[in-house]
């Protein structure tokens, strides 16, 4: 079954950083899709970030410059490095797996079950 | 990079009612946009991608439409497990983006 664990959140104070892992199983993570999502306290979703089979990544304009994905194939984990972190940052993050269709479709239909970042001082 | 806004954000129905929300881009994103469902605490779940696929599992009560920049969820008659929220999201661009989501509420 595939599954996606999340790790590393945590209470940070602002301006500080912190890197979120997410293990994938039953898939490889290098042939995949992978995005982060984070979800603030009663607020909706938000895109954070994608890394592509090839390497190619992109973000939100919200967190550009501040955070980074990656990936280690040794470990079949994601990760999102999170630089000077803001109150707004607050949030559980989610990783998931995008899917791509064979019609030439995206979604996502793996998720994690997240970790919480709380960013207060 | 494209928004995405839905209406309404939030609406109260009763069980076996047929119930709409409507998720509007910016511009056009042809019909690269998805729906997914969530219930509190929980991660979310596909239900429509491609704006009018049905996801495998899915209740055929759900079903989308639309193309270009105008889409619409539809529940054929509310059932007591479908009182959750609602986000729609554009796979279109690169930067991807949800609509900031519509609560579905027991009336």
């Known amino acids: 079954e595939v599954q996606l664990v999340e790790s590393g959140g945590g209470l940070i104070q602002p301006g500080g950083s912190l890197r979120l892992s997410c293990a994938a199983s039953?898939?490889?993570?290098?042939?995949?899709?992978m995005t982060w999502v984070r979800q603030a306290p009663g607020k909706g979703l938000e895109w954070v970030s994608v890394?592509?089979?090839?390497?190619?990544?992109y973000y939100a304009d919200s967190v550009k410059g501040r955070f980074t994905i990656s990936r280690d194939n040794s470990r079949n984990t994601v990760y999102l490095q999170v630089h000077s972190l803001r109150a707004e940052d607050t949030a559980v993050y989610y990783c998931?797996?995008?899917?791509?269709?064979?019609?030439?479709?995206?979604?996502?239909?793996?998720w994690g079950q997240g970790t919480l970042v709380t960013v207060s001082s | 990079d494209i928004q995405m806004t839905q209406s309404p954000s939030s609406l109260s129905a009763s069980v076996g009612d047929r119930v709409t929300i409507t998720c509007r881009a910016s511009?056009?994103?042809?019909?690269?946009l998805n729906w997914y469902q969530q219930k509190p605490g929980k991660a979310p779940r596909l239900l429509i991608y491609?704006?009018?696929s049905l996801q495998s599992e899915v209740p055929s009560r759900f079903s989308g439409t639309g193309s270009g920049t105008d889409f619409t969820l539809t529940i054929s008659s509310l059932q007591p497990e479908d009182f959750a929220t609602y986000y729609c999201?554009?796979?279109?661009?690169?930067?991807?983006?949800f609509g900031q989501g519509t609560k579905v509420e027991i009336k």
């Open positions: 998931a797996r995008i899917y791509y269709h064979s019609s030439g479709y995206y979604f996502i239909d793996y």
């Open positions: 039953e898939f490889i993570v290098s042939s995949n899709y």
């Open positions: 890394i592509y089979p090839g390497g190619t990544t």
């Open positions: 511009q056009s994103i042809s019909n690269y």
């Open positions: 491609a704006a009018s």
């Open positions: 999201q554009q796979s279109y661009s690169t930067v991807w983006a």
